[in-house]
């Protein structure tokens, strides 16, 4: 509807009313310091009222202006109370008023007296407003119905203020407003029945509305009057006139007036119980000021109507209350009945479902069994719903007019389900949704002029100001995708239903308790023996790993290897990586069943982890005669930000499961972006892998996802735990996405994965990130005493040689026991702790070092111990820690952890090698000739560098390609070099250069 941004109207609203810093000018404002009784700051215009100057007041005591009795009996009020102080006082030292309406507030440690001349408009004022008073309460009292009530008040108040028009304003839930009773000049246009924008009367001005019960205005063209000094003189705080009776006004209110031709107002709250509900507004087309007396009058009309709103709603509801509370004794009967069961009493009382919210259409979701009532969205669409958007919100009652807005799909079934309300249970092992739906309801709004023609401009001050509109002519709008609203009453029968089915469902649930109990009593049992078993396990599994790939690392130091050497080197590394990583798998189902899985969110380089998944499986295929092929949109970004580890365990279950049952043809994985919320910078990743294998029958394509569950031809084929697929589909879903499959026997499967991933907004730290290889200590450093202590022979000769090889002092010990004789004559600065040893562990042993440490006082600085564990279970890490080692090193570990960990703890300095994607990738990029190089670049067109800079900086390898393959043969050095660049990936290099070219070329 409205052409204004977001980002505007939340600037305009953030203008902060209460601190204006000026009243307005029909009376004047003091601020009183508590402790001194010193004026402190003053409104500047108390020379019209007092004939003193501002200037005069500041620093004086008001015992220059007050009376010691009217100052005693204000300071005794304000001890007692916190309310506003009013009475009638005289001033000492005017000069042209005297006396005046004081109304006084107390505010921190200041007291705020505000002052009004005193003027009697009559003899016998106060019977005269008693007569008016009592006769609108009379009158709104024989009122039967709200609308009734509402005019009658509109007509009471224009009475008793003699405003030309008097309108009575209610705030829908959107904060927009409609004139819901008018009663005015007969010459003046009716504005019965008009809505008004929300920003018309923005956030703070509601806020202040809610606080405040009356606010006048009696000149619109009148100067505001500043409050000197502005600023509290010691605080240096804005004053807060949240409570003030004469706060000037916001400069776009008055603007607003203006353009309706209004030249003073006067607005009266109605609250509904401690909520805005709407506004009593008062217009006069000149000047016009109400006293004191007459202003409370109407303030105790705008209470007195509130509580009456309050008690009309009831009475208009007392008939529809009396049908909810049948319908609900039906249904709570027919629960208490233990012979029937929840699934019979809801699907019997179908019917009064659709009565008790008015609604034409009800799902019943009853532990996944869906029976649709009425006018619905079909059986499909309802599941959807319940899985993409009630069970993640976790929310026990929803509603909404208008459901696309937050679940998009649902646009598709408008017609029948554009309103929804939603109670939902979530018990443990059950879960209960009732969804109410009603259809889209198009709807004329007539509006106060059109609501889009506003503006929004900054002062001098930079505060956002918003131009209102000129018209209020009537502008008309008809507004689509929304149902009928749902009433209050009707939220509060839904959720008295809720909470009659909740207490139902947990009477069922307390006749299976004692089962229940046995059965988790049994669980828990066999879920310890299973962690006892895992612990077990990874201690073993991890163990021999950890000798594989620490030697792996130690071979590839050797300078002598040839590069299909290290190639396998490579390989042999990466595989092993990979077994950690499975081993890691089967040691979190423990966690996946407990509901204790989480992510790991890094940002990282996401075609190199395809790079090295299919260097990892490539072999695999080859060995069985199959084509493993790699499809990547252009689109697809290179680094994202997620759990990296869980998406290669994701890709390479997916593409080995094909791997494992094809045996003729090819396998293609397909990556792409499915979508992109550029403000949120959440992408959905989506990965397709196509086979050529043997299929699945259709009655297995959900028991595959289940854990330890195979096919039949996976049974034959005795490979596999299955544990692979039920572990990618947990991982996907936690992940923000999910797994599916599509297949048919002897032709084939597609298993279709949606990954919820963020593009980062910074990746400067992965393109930066190069490992180097430690080659040895450098000079002028101490000589460093380290013991390995592990009772595995290859563990502790790889820990050795690797130290030794570096140039490190090296002890090794096999035992808790051989370690602690070692430390005491040795005095190593370090200890690499194994944790399970025979004789004595590595708990022990630490234990008795920190001991003997506080107990010796000749001993140097405590020794480091950094345990070797390889435990993945966070319970024994803890333990680790508390018996005094200083940190952890989970096996199988790389060596750069293990150099990290011991420049950490003992600062100590290395010499690294040069890191280099290849040799030949080395050499070209040291003989080029750079000044050759820049000459090439600079004859190529700016829209071609622009265009090569674009591709490279979002990696789309094939445009970048193309590009190169544009460059005329005469600059044959520049093609071959970006090739070079290209085939390995370098990207960030492609950046870097073209960056430079176009920068000179601008």
Request: aromatic share 8%.
């Amino acid at each position: 509807m409205i052409n204004l941004s977001l980002i505007d109207l939340q600037n305009y609203e953030q203008f902060e009313v209460k601190y204006p810093g000026s009243i307005q000018p029909h009376g004047m404002l003091l601020v009183i310091d508590l402790a001194t009784l010193n004026i402190i700051q003053v409104s500047n215009n108390t020379r019209s009222f007092l004939g003193i100057k501002p200037k005069t007041l500041l620093g004086k005591s008001i015992r220059y202006l007050l009376s010691s009795d009217k100052i005693k009996d204000l300071l005794d009020f304000f001890n007692e109370n916190d309310h506003e102080f009013v009475e009638i006082i005289k001033l000492k030292k005017s000069k042209i008023i005297s006396k005046f309406q004081a109304v006084a507030h107390k505010i921190q440690d200041s007291i705020i007296l505000e002052l009004e001349p005193f003027l009697i408009e009559d003899n016998n004022p106060s019977i005269k407003l008693y007569n008016l008073l009592k006769n609108a309460i009379t009158n709104i009292g024989l009122t039967n119905y709200l609308d009734e009530t509402l005019q009658t008040i509109a007509k009471e108040i224009r009475k008793i203020t003699q405003f030309d028009r008097v309108l009575v304003y209610r705030f829908d839930f959107d904060s927009s407003g409609v004139v819901l009773a008018e009663d005015k000049r007969e010459d003046l246009d009716s504005y019965l029945g008009l809505h008004y924008p929300a920003y018309d009367i923005p956030t703070q001005a509601r806020q202040f509305y809610s606080s405040n019960w009356l606010r006048i205005i009696p000149n619109v063209f009148e100067e505001a009057v500043p409050i000197i000094p502005r600023k509290h003189p010691v605080k240096n705080e804005e004053l807060d006139l949240t409570r003030a009776v004469l706060r000037s006004v916001f400069p776009c209110h008055i603007q607003y007036l203006k353009n309706m031709g209004v030249s003073a107002s006067m607005s009266i709250s109605l609250m509904n119980e401690k909520s805005l509900w709407g506004l009593i507004a008062c217009h006069h087309y000149s000047t016009r000021y109400i006293n004191y007396e007459t202003r409370k009058v109407c303030e105790f009309l705008g209470q007195f109507l509130s509580i009456e709103l309050l008690y009309k709603q009831e009475q208009e509801f007392r008939n529809y209350r009396t049908q909810i509370k049948g319908i609900q004794t039906r249904i709570r009967e027919g629960l208490i009945d233990h012979t029937q069961s929840i699934d019979n009493v809801i699907v019997k009382n179908q019917s009064s479902l659709l009565n008790l919210t008015r609604s034409q259409g009800v799902s019943i979701c009853l532990d996944k069994q869906i029976t649709l009532i009425g006018k619905t969205p079909n059986q499909k669409q309802v599941q959807d719903l319940i899985n993409h958007f009630l069970d993640p919100r976790k929310t026990e009652i929803f509603y909404t007019d208008s459901l696309e807005k937050d679940y998009p799909k649902a646009e598709e079934f408008k017609e029948t389900a554009c309103g929804m309300l939603a109670i939902s249970i979530f018990l443990s092992n059950s879960t209960y949704h009732i969804i109410w739906f009603r259809p889209e309801q198009c709807q004329e709004i007539q509006w106060a002029g059109n609501p889009s023609d506003v503006t929004i401009i900054t002062d001098d001050q930079e505060i956002p100001q918003l131009c209102p509109r000129h018209s209020f002519a009537l502008w008309k709008e008809v507004v689509n995708g929304k149902s009928l609203a749902w009433e209050s009453l009707e939220i509060e029968a839904a959720q008295e239903l809720k909470n009659t089915l909740l207490l139902a469902a947990l009477e069922f649930s307390k006749q299976s308790q004692v089962i229940l109990e046995e059965k988790t009593r049994q669980a828990n049992a066999a879920n310890l023996a299973k962690s006892q078993f895992l612990a077990k396990m990874s201690h073993e599994l991890r163990t021999p790993l950890n000798a594989i790939l620490g030697f792996t690392q130690m071979m590839n130091r050797d300078s002598s290897l040839s590069s299909q050497q290290q190639e396998y080197l490579g390989i042999i590394n990466r595989s092993g990586e990979h077994l950690l990583s499975l081993i890691n798998d089967v040691l979190e189902m423990s966690r996946i069943e407990a509901g204790q899985l989480t992510l790991n969110q890094t940002c990282f380089n996401l075609h190199e982890l395809i790079k090295s998944v299919k260097e990892l499986l490539t072999l695999k295929a080859l060995s069985k005669g199959l084509e493993l092929t790699v499809h990547q949109d252009e689109e697809l970004p290179k680094y994202i930000e997620g759990d990296e580890s869980k998406l290669r365990q994701i890709i390479v279950n997916l593409v080995g499961n094909a791997i494992k049952f094809t045996h003729v043809g090819h396998i293609d994985l397909y990556l792409s972006v499915l979508s992109h919320q550029p403000y949120t910078k959440e992408m959905m990743l989506q990965l397709e892998v196509k086979d050529t294998g043997i299929g699945i029958n259709q009655d297995e394509l959900e028991t595959i996802f289940e854990a330890f569950k195979q096919t039949e031809n996976n049974f034959q084929s005795k490979e596999g735990t299955g544990l692979g697929l039920s572990i990618s589909r947990q991982f996907a879903r936690l992940m923000g996405g999910d797994i599916t499959v599509q297949s048919q026997l002897g032709q084939g499967s597609t298993f279709t994965c949606t990954i919820k991933m963020i593009m980062p907004t910074k990746i400067e730290g992965v393109l930066k990130k190069q490992s180097k290889r430690v080659i040895e200590l450098a000079s002028s450093q101490p000589e460093y005493r380290i013991l390995v202590v592990e009772d595995v022979r290859d563990n502790q000769l790889l820990m050795v040689k690797m130290l030794e090889s570096v140039g490190f002092q090296v002890r090794s010990a096999n035992n808790g026991q051989e370690a602690l004789e070692i430390w005491q004559t040795w005095q190593p600065q370090l200890i690499w702790m194994d944790m399970r040893m025979p004789v004595m562990d590595g708990y022990e042993a630490s234990r008795q070092i920190r001991h003997q440490e506080t107990t010796t006082p000749n001993l140097s600085t405590p020794v480091t111990i950094i345990a070797l564990t390889a435990t993945a279970f966070d319970e024994e890490r803890k333990a680790i820690l508390a018996v005094g080692c200083n940190d952890f090193v989970s096996k199988p570990f790389q060596e750069e952890v293990i150099f990290e960990m011991m420049q950490k703890y003992l600062g100590v300095r290395y010499i690294y090698e040069d890191s280099t994607p290849t040799l030949a990738f080395h050499s070209t990029l040291t003989h080029l000739d750079s000044q050759q190089l820049k000459a090439d670049m600079t004859k190529m067109s700016k829209t071609w560098v622009n265009e090569l800079y674009q591709a490279a900086l979002s990696a789309r390898e094939k445009r970048v390609k193309a590009l190169i393959q544009q460059i005329p043969l005469e600059q044959s050095s520049l093609a071959k070099f970006l090739n070079q660049l290209l085939n390995n990936l370098a990207f960030e290099q492609i950046i870097n250069l073209t960056e430079g070219i176009a920068d000179e070329s601008t």
